[in-house]
């Protein structure tokens, strides 16, 4: 192998390696700032719940226990969005990191005669934090369950009325 082609591969495994640290770095940093914003913003709408519910209370005050759900799915609709943000983000992360690695592992050691694995195994360790952010909206919607459960059972012999659950 000539002197030209031996540069020319040491200084493309050495870009990969750079690729690789970076991206690594960026999934880190979309997970720590994504919980971040997520959190941020469930904490932010349950101040505002808890102030619709307060005026909706004095307004009916019989209807102290309840919270309605098209006024709760307005603030998940927003943590959907949220979620879905960071969630194409942090797959695009993983899709560069990916081909990077391949990229990487064709090389066959490279310059530094270091050989590439492919972790196709460990698949997870990618995808798992795209699917936690996908999580937040369903725990939103588990909130008002929990918070108003007089709602939520309202809602069920609603739907069981107009026939959309069956009945036992």
Do not use: C
Request: proline share 2%; aromatic share 10%; net charge positive.
């Amino acid at each position: 192998m000539t002197d030209n082609a031996l540069e020319h591969k040491k200084i493309k495994e050495q870009w990969l390696r750079e690729e690789l640290r970076a991206t690594r770095s960026l999934m880190n940093n979309t997970v720590q700032w994504g919980i971040t914003v997520l959190a941020a913003a469930e904490l932010t709408l349950r101040f505002l719940r808890a102030e619709i519910h307060q005026h909706f209370v004095v307004r009916h005050p019989e209807d102290a226990e309840r919270f309605s759900l098209h006024h709760w799915v307005i603030g998940t609709v927003l943590m959907m969005i949220l979620s879905a943000v960071f969630f194409i983000i942090m797959r695009r992360h993983r899709q560069r990191f990916q081909h990077h690695r391949r990229q990487l592992s064709q090389m066959d050691g490279g310059y530094s005669s270091i050989s590439e694995e492919l972790s196709g195994g460990k698949i997870l360790i990618y995808i798992v934090p795209e699917m936690l952010f996908l999580t937040m909206p369903l725990f939103d919607i588990s909130l008002w369950i929990v918070l108003y459960p007089s709602s939520f059972w309202s809602l069920i012999e609603q739907l069981r009325t107009w026939g959309l659950i069956m009945s036992h």
